[in-house]
């Protein structure tokens, strides 16, 4: 898919990187008649090189306003945007950020944003034109590729409005690949398109996540959620925990936020007891990080794993419906330490109380891991790789 450059970008991002995105407490207030209104509130968010982040949010939480930050359209009012190493707003003015938008940096917009005067093949044209990227005859060529790339050939000369909606959105893409830049960052990019369209530009962007860009989407698409690597849920400015956002997936967006305040962030070294048997169980405990082994004591044999549970699993949730003490012990895996979102137990049960289908949800993952403590019980014997028995997902 890489078209060999001839003018490298003179400000290309470094892949080696840890994280291509990095934003570090950002706030974004917006002034009108009526007041201040602030919009993010200090938003921190790392982002890994070959990442596909979904960025999911009801209407008005502030979504684009937080895409926007990134690409440099606007500007937070507190806080760093570090992105590709740099931060965009310190260390660059005004045109070194626009060059740099021109060549690390492909948008998409849900309403395809193409020049209407410009053909296809013009408006992809453009980002190479406007970076000084390529040699003027390679231009035509690497553009003609690129619609080729998504399904356009024979389409290059058409003006936006002689082609359908999909069409349009798909040389969108094919103008935001360009300049073949590291990070794709779409917002909405299948808000306008019937499922059929929206289906085949979502395939792409699957595509380019194989060929190693890194991709931040808006999206209300399930069917994208459930594949990305990543789902950010932001609420009212803030963003979800995404241990939580794992854990308990049914839960109201306004919950899930409490929780990521109310819970606690506790890491226990390899082997160390979380929960004794036979303790009094006050939390519920989410895994952000690492493993956890359940071990039953079997009539025949000590020391029975029943189940081993990682990132995104839970446990506590049996003792804290039914009450009462543990039926098993917890210990933190012994090839390395466990990092825990806990939430106090009177907290988990008012929210629970308020949410039914994640109460429901609950309710089939406490009957499924009884049965498996019985059945241990009954047989005495050691169920291995019970692996990932944990969480609704
Ligand atoms: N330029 C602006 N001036 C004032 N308010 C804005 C501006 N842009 C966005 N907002 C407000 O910020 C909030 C978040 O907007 P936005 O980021 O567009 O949300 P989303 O993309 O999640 O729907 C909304 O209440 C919106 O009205
Ligand atoms: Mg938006």
Redesign the pocket.
């Known amino acids: 898919m890489t078209v060999p450059s001839v003018h490298p970008c003179p400000t290309r991002t470094d892949a080696s990187l840890e994280n291509i995105i990095d934003l570090r407490g950002v706030v974004?207030t917006?002034?009108?008649a009526a007041g201040e209104?602030v919009?993010?509130k200090g938003i921190d968010l790392q982002i890994r090189p070959g990442e596909f982040v979904a960025v999911v949010?009801?209407?008005?939480?502030?979504?684009?306003?937080?895409?926007?930050m990134i690409t440099g359209i606007?500007h937070p009012t507190s806080g760093q945007v570090i992105v590709g190493g740099t931060d965009i707003y310190h260390n660059m003015s005004e045109s070194q950020r626009s060059r740099w938008r021109g060549c690390n940096l492909g948008i998409v917009f849900q309403f395809f944003q193409l020049m209407p005067m410009l053909s296809l093949l013009e408006n992809v044209m453009l980002p190479m034109d406007f970076a000084n990227m390529y040699d003027f005859d390679e231009r035509t060529q690497r553009a003609l590729e690129l619609l080729s790339l998504v399904g356009l050939e024979g389409l290059a000369e058409k003006l936006p409005l002689a082609v359908s909606t999909g069409q349009q959105q798909s040389a969108a893409i094919a103008r935001a690949l360009a300049t073949d830049p590291p990070l794709i960052v779409a917002?909405?990019p299948t808000g306008n398109l019937d499922s059929h369209s929206a289906d085949a530009i979502i395939a792409l962007f699957h595509q380019l996540v194989d060929s190693g860009k890194t991709i931040m989407m808006?999206t209300h698409d399930p069917s994208v959620t459930a594949r990305a690597s990543r789902t950010v849920i932001?609420f009212d400015?803030q963003l979800i925990d995404e241990t939580i956002v794992r854990a308990l997936p049914l839960l109201r967006h306004r919950h899930m936020l409490e929780f990521s305040r109310l819970a606690e962030r506790r890491t226990y070294p390899p082997g160390q007891t979380i929960i004794s048997r036979q303790q009094q169980v006050d939390s519920l405990y989410m895994i952000a990080r690492g493993e956890v082994e359940v071990v039953l004591q079997g009539r025949l044999r000590d020391d029975t794993v029943i189940a081993r549970l990682g990132a995104g699993d839970f446990f506590g949730e049996i003792e804290l419906l039914h009450g009462g003490r543990s039926i098993a012990n917890v210990r933190a895996s012994v090839d390395g330490p466990v990092e825990l979102l806990v939430l106090p137990r009177d907290d988990f049960l008012r929210v629970i109380a308020e949410s039914p289908i994640t109460a429901e949800a609950l309710g089939t993952i406490v009957q499924r891991r009884l049965e498996e403590h019985r059945a241990v019980d009954r047989r005495g014997v050691r169920l291995v790789g019970k692996k990932r028995s944990g969480g609704p997902r």
């Open positions: 974004k917006f002034k009108n209104f919009v993010l949010g009801k209407s008005g939480s502030g979504k684009s306003t937080l895409l926007n606007d917002d909405e808006v932001i400015g």
